[in-house]
């Protein structure tokens, strides 16, 4: 059965920390996995897992405690790419409970969730416990770390009858938390292998006073369009550096914990697919996510711990790729004691171009898995009906309700031409792209911006002057009062101010505001 697995998965063969993984689980009763991220752990416990599974079990037979629910979809992601027949289910914050509760209905056999939303189902028995078998608590110390240790002594207290117990880590603490009431653990340990990173380059970038926008500027100018990772320790750190980076038009994502789901996803997706090289975030994506191969990390605010530092850098020079990792340092700042190599410094022109757009952009399609769409029904509307070649048809990702596909940049606006009446399975889609700019709001009303859900192009118009907008299904109106408009990129981007009122109109949305070039 493995080897069928990993057949469809594309991996010719398990690594050494995956094979000691599975010898050990087998063995055991409770197992400590300890590895660096992006090692391959998720897989690691996954497969021994598949043996504690019955088609004629109709309850949950195992449960998986994640962090975060960037993680819990990630993990759910591989067991549907295993094929193995078995259902599997996520529950986490932002989810809709009724959602969870109707799945939950006919369980599944894995259940996936962060602890949370898992002591909510368990508190109200949205399901029953008994026929849990094997429990799973990945990426253990994070949980603890983001406050979860009540909530997940309560679900380990309320579970009778487990039989194996699977804790996994990138970081080895100094015991187990007595409240997971084991005793004794047989540890895999694989974290000798991320103190050999001969791959990693450590710099420093000096910045004037203490604020060091200016300088991060110039730094990821110097490095083009090459992947990187801006590490902040704080949220309001991360919006910053995205307002200066959208006031500059250079395409970024953002992620932290304070953003909604659905905004957290499509950073992601969009860093995955290429349509972003830079994602500006706070600690929370240093691990356990599903995100590429990162060339530079850069250490916008320095790292609190050494832990957080080891992490952080771990998102570059894996797998013997080389990879740069950045600390700007500012004022009188000085390096933490536990970074102990000596960094070489490294000093930035005064002056440098923008870094050019990036070759991919993302396609977003209004339907997915419950609408009956998947992978190979995206590929043939845009490789057929959309006239796009292999090499102009990039990452695809088909979520519940809506499915994303990256084109090459230069092919949008004739993809978008081709496929305006187009259908998948008999239903007309929505396609829309993701050439966002945000603006900041003003008080001021004497321009109007009237889209209808069912306008091809809706505009804006100030007097003789009309701007085009690409139809979007992706209005975004934050509590700082941003909002997030797709403009065709052929099109002056204008700067925009706009005024205090919003209207629900019927069909569609109207926003006041004045325009100025």
């Keep these: 059965m ?48 598949l043996k ?7 309850q949950v037979q195992v449960l998986i405690l994640v962090p975060s629910r960037e993680l819990a979809l990630q993990i759910e992601h591989v067991f549907k790419q295993m094929d193995t027949g078995f259902k599997v289910n996520c529950c986490y914050g932002g989810h809709p409970v009724k959602t969870e509760k109707n799945n939950l209905i006919q369980p599944p056999a894995v259940l996936i969730g962060t602890p949370g939303r898992i002591a909510y189902h368990v508190r109200n028995e949205s399901f029953d416990v008994q026929g849990l078998k094997v429990l799973v608590l990945d990426e253990f110390d994070k949980s603890l770390e983001f406050g979860f240790q009540d909530d997940m002594s309560f679900i380990i207290q309320s579970l009778r009858n487990i039989q194996k117990n699977i804790l996994t880590s990138a970081t080895k603490m100094d015991e187990i938390p007595s409240f997971t009431g084991i005793k004794s653990i047989s540890e895999v340990n694989f974290l000798k292998d991320a103190e050999q990173k001969p791959a990693l380059k450590l710099k420093t970038v000096l910045a004037e006073g203490q604020d060091k926008l200016a300088t991060l500027f110039t730094l990821l100018c110097k490095i083009e369009n090459k992947t990187s990772l801006v590490f902040c320790n704080h949220r309001d750190a991360v919006e910053r550096i995205s307002q200066l980076l959208h006031e500059m038009q250079i395409a970024h994502g953002i992620f932290h914990g304070g953003m909604e789901q659905a905004d957290r996803e499509k950073s992601l997706i969009k860093f995955r697919n290429g349509s972003y090289h830079i994602l500006v975030t706070t600690d929370l994506a240093s691990r356990g996510l599903d995100i590429p191969e990162t060339a530079y990390v850069i250490h916008y605010q320095l790292p609190n711990t050494l832990d957080a530092y080891t992490h952080r850098n771990g998102r570059t020079a894996r797998m013997k790729a080389e990879g740069i990792a950045y600390l700007i340092l500012g004022g009188d700042e000085t390096l933490p004691k536990f970074i102990e190599e000596e960094p070489e410094m490294e000093k930035l022109p005064e002056s440098l171009p923008l870094p050019k757009p990036t070759q991919w952009v993302t396609m977003y399609v209004a ?18 009906k959309g006239k796009l070649a292999k090499d102009e048809l990039g990452l695809i990702e088909v979520a519940d309700h809506v499915s994303y596909a990256a084109i090459k940049r230069d092919r ?41 859900i069912d306008e091809a192009q809706p505009q804006i118009t100030q007097g003789s002057r009309t701007i085009t907008i690409q139809p979007s299904i992706d209005y975004i109106i934050s509590k700082r009062m941003n909002i997030r408009l797709f403009f065709d990129q052929t099109q002056t981007i204008p ?5 205090y009122k919003t209207t629900n109109t019927r069909g569609g949305l109207t926003f006041r505001f004045s325009l100025t070039d």
Excluded at 423 to 443: A, C, E, Q
Aim: hydrophobic letters at 40%; aromatic letters at 6%.
């Design 2 to 49: 493995i080897a069928k697995i990993l057949q469809k998965l594309n991996i010719v063969a398990l690594n050494n920390m995956q094979n000691a993984a599975l010898a050990a689980i087998d063995k055991n009763k409770n197992v400590l996995l300890l590895s660096p991220t992006g090692s391959g752990k998720t897989l690691a416990f996954l497969l021994p897992l």
């Design 412 to 452: 949008l606006p004739e993809v978008l031409s081709l496929l305006k009446d187009e259908k998948i399975k008999g239903k007309k889609i929505r396609l829309d792209n993701d050439l966002s700019f945000r603006f900041d709001f003003s008080y001021r009303d004497n321009v109007t911006i009237n889209h209808r």
């Design 495 to 499: 700067k925009i101010s706009t005024g």
């Design 367 to 384: 339907g997915g898995k419950k609408d009956k769409i998947n992978k190979v029904d995206i590929v043939g509307l845009f490789m057929q």
């Design 52 to 58: 504690f599974l019955s088609p004629t079990n109709k």
